[in-house]
């Protein structure tokens, strides 16, 4: 893998005008794509991930998704990539390129993911996790863009953050930094799956938020029979995006749902802004897209959990890339910070 020394090594103009092969590895999918040094996608392909298979047959579906970008770039005509940035789920070691123990990538335990992939393509090679190189992305090209410090969160399935300081990914000591979604907010609140009470991950993820639903309805179950005629009068089957898909409908309970949410984050965002006071705050992921709807009122609840006297001036930004950030993610971490 290249080190960060190699990394600095860069110039600007050898990026640009250069593309760069931008790798998102899931639990389901490896995504590849092509992006260009202003951070325009020119294609993607897609393959299913191995991620319960050995250590090879995940490796090998690195390789095929990177195969078949290189495949489609070169029909399309396409200059070939001049590096590959590889976004995976964490814990990892971005300085070795190693993949630590991910709950949902079992092939892979100490996997040294960077250093295989830089061998197979004899391409310079970068590894870090989704959410600092979705939150790298952001910055360069996206809704951060121009900003000295970015803080990143995707809501998903977890919940994941990411500090952007001066175009440079702030990891801490080992790599291990900003794991913002495991800060506990209440000891004694809902048991996260990383073991802690209280993570903004138990009670703003989308598990999370179709388990808070589910705990609401079982209190009232006549105010929650338009969401759970959704779910085929089974409370088990609550999605986080039947709860939105109610609520967009008009549903009051699904927006009372959707207010315990809202509240939670704006305590978690305090702390956020008391500790690293960033410029802009960015969300991502499937449940950041539909708590960007909440923004004005999480806007006007932040700076009761704050002691900063302006945390409501810090803007409250979608980001750019959506479902493709880890694509867009793996190309920032190629380029010259």
Known sequence: MVSNRNRRKYTASMATGNTFLGVDIG???????????????????????????????????V???????????????????AAIGLSSPGPLDPRRGIVVNPPN?????????ASEVEKHYRLPTHLDNDANAAALAEARWGAGKGMAAVFYATLGTGVGAGLVLDGKVYHGRTGAAVEGGHLTSNFRGLRCGCGKRGCIEALASGPAVAARARRMAARNLAAAQRLLRLAGGRSRSLTAEMVGQAWHAG???????????????????????????????????????????????????????????????????????????????????????
């Open 27 to 61: 639990g389901t999918k490896v995504a590849a794509g092509l992006v260009n040094a202003s951070g325009k996608i020119l294609l993607r392909t897609q393959v299913a991930m191995a991620a319960s298979g050995s250590a090879a047959e995940g490796l090998e579906a």
């Open 63 to 81: 390789t095929s998704a990177i195969d078949r970008a290189l495949a489609a770039a070169k029909e399309a005509g396409e200059k070939p990539p």
């Open 105 to 113: 990538l079992a092939c892979w335990r100490n996997f040294p993911l």
């Open 251 to 337: 549903d009051r309970f699904a927006g009372q749902v959707l207010n315990a949410v809202a509240l939670d984050l704006a305590i978690w965002l305090g702390n956020i802004i008391d500790l690293l006071e960033p410029d802009v705050i960015i969300f991502g992921g499937g449940m950041g897209a539909l708590m960007a709807e909440w923004f004005p009122q999480i806007k006007k609840q932040v700076s009761a959990w704050s002691i900063n006297s302006r945390a409501a001036e810090i803007p409250l930004l979608a980001a750019r890339y959506g479902a493709d950030s880890g694509i867009a993610g793996g190309a920032a971490l190629c380029l010259p910070s």
